[in-house]
């Protein structure tokens, strides 16, 4: 009989579910409000009746992978940060795992993703490649040599947090001028507003269609937030010397364009010219919850 996981993307506004057998091959696809402002129980009880709707049809599970959008514990056993969520140091894997009654694995959302990627997506035949969300922050997962590289207190590739401006903008995490304050969603919209390129209320998408069609302003705002990413890239990739880069999230699923000017860009910035990708991510918001089911499989030993 086919080995079936649950893979689950537990993000703040949905909980994203698939149930897949061990080559990928998707059964069924669950998508259900997180409804997070009732609670953690709450939530959880909600992951639990998702993974019941995937499985209705009486299948056997082996187990279930689910994806944080927050910083784990090296065990990944405790989340100890989930701003998205309202969570702060809570242990949830061992409540899942008494709740769903088969083995529950945790990982980052970013570190989920790039699973997914690896596994069904565009990152298929890299074995060191950086996957970075770009949305209302970046997230980032690393694979290195065909394994997730989570460093030794399991809190590795936090692009997100790399230090570019000493005196910027204080950040989510409490320091100054991380690259998430310089190209997140929000920090194009911030400075698209400042210069009157976009109203209030508008997304971070429109400011990046103004730029496609040539908005002067546009243009400027989005050239400034790639110029921070394309630097944050480069030191990335002289450290490490990876062989890809795939860009997804909001940001970076809305445009093509972008990613272009940003190879051009990062390259360019490159001491020693190289073979390096640097591409759209392919799987969307699917790559978590298939990411997920493939965390579970490795964690089974499948
Ligand atoms: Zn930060």
């Known amino acids: 009989m086919a080995q079936l996981v649950v893979g ?21 696809w669950e998508r259900v409000p997180t409804e997070r402002e009732k609670g953690a129980e709450h939530v959880l009880n909600r992951v639990k009746s998702t993974v019941n709707t995937l499985t209705q049809g009486g299948e056997a599970l082996a187990a279930v992978g689910v994806g944080i959008p927050g910083m784990l514990d090296r065990d990944r056993e405790r989340v100890f940060l989930a701003p998205n969520l309202g969570w702060r140091d809570i242990n949830i894997r061992s409540e899942l795992r008494r709740l769903i009654g088969v083995p529950v694995f945790l990982d980052n959302d970013a570190n989920a993703a790039a699973l997914g990627e690896a596994w069904l997506g565009a990152a298929r035949h890299s074995s060191s490649f950086m996957l970075v969300t770009i949305g209302t922050g970046i997230g980032s997962g690393l694979v290195l040599g065909g394994e997730i590289y989570r460093g030794a207190n399991g809190l590795a590739a936090e692009l997100g947090h790399m230090g570019l401006l000493p005196q910027g903008t204080r950040c989510s995490c409490g320091q100054r001028g991380c690259l998430e304050t310089l190209v997140s969603a929000g920090a194009i919209l911030h400075e698209a507003r400042e210069a009157s390129v976009v109203q209030e209320g508008a997304e971070a998408r429109e400011v990046l269609e103004l730029a496609n069609s040539g908005n002067k302003e546009a243009v400027g705002v989005v050239a400034e937030a790639m110029e921070y990413l394309a630097l944050g890239l480069k030191n990335t990739i002289v450290l490490l010397d990876l062989e890809l880069i795939l860009i997804g999230g909001g940001v970076g699923d809305s ?41 579970a499989l490795l964690e089974l030993g499948s």
């Open 8 to 28: 689950i993307d537990l993000g703040g506004s949905f909980i994203k579910g698939v149930l897949t057998d061990r080559l990928g091959k998707v059964r069924r």
């Open 255 to 295: 445009s093509a364009g972008f990613i272009d000017m940003l190879r051009d860009r990062t390259i360019d910035l490159l001491p020693v010219k190289r073979e390096v990708k640097i591409k759209q991510a392919i799987l969307g918001n699917r790559a978590g919850a298939l990411g997920a089911a493939r965390l």
